[in-house]
């Protein structure tokens, strides 16, 4: 505890010039990581328009995007079919990033991210059922299979709820163990599904749960663009709380959170951003651990800074992801695949070198 005081409250007893002093250098240093990740997030913007197997040069797609000048066929390339990818790219990358910082600060686990509370795995379950058996297509057609999936999202989050509370409350090692068991108990379900299916069906199901963009169209941006951006906002008007639970529920408690709504208000967070983000996606996993850690080891712990450089990192690197994985390989490669090649070896380092920052 001494330690994570001494990290989180370096000021407790310092003078009024050190207290100016380092409110000037956190601004000066939040100015320039926000410089920066916008720059980054810009530059991946126009990488991931030019990158594709239909070549268009980097001033054509100037051309098509601001003066509404190319082919007609360049046009529809860059407007209809990549655009929409690279802002489905943005969204889903904030989502996952932001909702990682919750549950990392929330849980006071650096290792923790979307899929602890089983999310993305009851959001599978949802989707697979939809592919199976048609579950909503009648009434909701194209939209059957994401609504599925937002709709199981808030689903497991309510069973997960259901089994930690108590009499006494809902401890959050209690939600943390329920959510692995339910995540598991639905990612056994989704094996189930594949092993009683049809070889038509087991293709959709499998590829969908590996998480790709190539489906995403305007169609698939309007759907999920709502959900996320109010998740987003949800989780990010929470800062504040989260700076003080990562301290201790119970100092958060003595300080005026109020640790119940706090926790319900993130879980819908959360919900409405997972929700969006697997209803167009499919399952990606290790983005919400990587990009709220690396952001947390570089800037430090104030979730206020934390918050904004996630969402604007998390699009930026999930849309870089999608670029390599259209054009580093000759088959492209479903983004999913990539983020767990990534994550797997980084989710390691984090647990043999991290061990510190359990916050326990």
Known sequence: ??????????????DSADTRSYHRSRRRRAAAAIAIVVTVLTATFFLTMIVGNFHISPSGVLDILFMGGGSAGDRQVVVDI???????????????????????????????????????????????????FGIGGAALGYYAVPAMAFLFCFVTIGAVYLLARTRYGVASLTLLLSGIAVGAFFGGLVSLMQYVANEDVLASIVYWTMGSFNKCGWSAFGMAVVPIVAGALLIASRSRELNLISAGEEQASNMGVDIKSTRTLLFLGTSLCIGGSVAISGTIGFVGLIVPHVFRMLVGPDHKLLMPLCILGGASFMAAVDAVS???????????????LLGAPFFIYVMKTRRREMWE
Do not use: D
């Open 82 to 132: 990549r655009l929409p990818r690279v802002l489905c790219s943005f969204l889903v990358g904030a989502a996952l990033s932001a909702s990682g910082l919750a549950m990392q600060s929330l849980f006071k686990n650096p290792m923790a991210s979307p899929s602890v509370l089983g999310i993305s795995s009851g959001a599978a379950f949802g989707a697979s059922l939809a592919i199976s």
């Open 1 to 14: 505890m001494t330690w994570f005081r001494s990290r989180y409250f370096p000021l407790e007893h310092a």
């Open 326 to 340: 259209k054009a580093a390989f000759a088959i492209p490669i479903p983004v999913g695949i990539l983020t767990c």
